[in-house]
């Protein structure tokens, strides 16, 4: 069962990240690290709920 969940990023520019992750092997809220274009740096990202 795969979800389509967006993440956040922990920056002032809030950008959003889609992906995908599934419930059942990730009950928690995910944190990614990926790359924020208007910081050109990667900062984390967290599971918006
Ligand atoms: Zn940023």
Do not use: A, G
Not at 4 to 20: D, G, M, N, P
Not at 24 to 41: F, G, L, T, V
Request: charged letters at 40%; one cysteine or more; glycine letters at 0%.
């Amino acid at each position: 069962m795969q979800e389509i969940i967006s993440l956040v990023s922990t920056c002032e520019h809030k950008s959003t990240y889609w992906t995908r992750k599934n419930k059942k092997q990730n009950p928690d809220k995910i944190e990614r690290k990926k790359y924020c274009p208007s910081c050109r740096k990667r900062v984390l990202f967290r599971e918006k709920k």
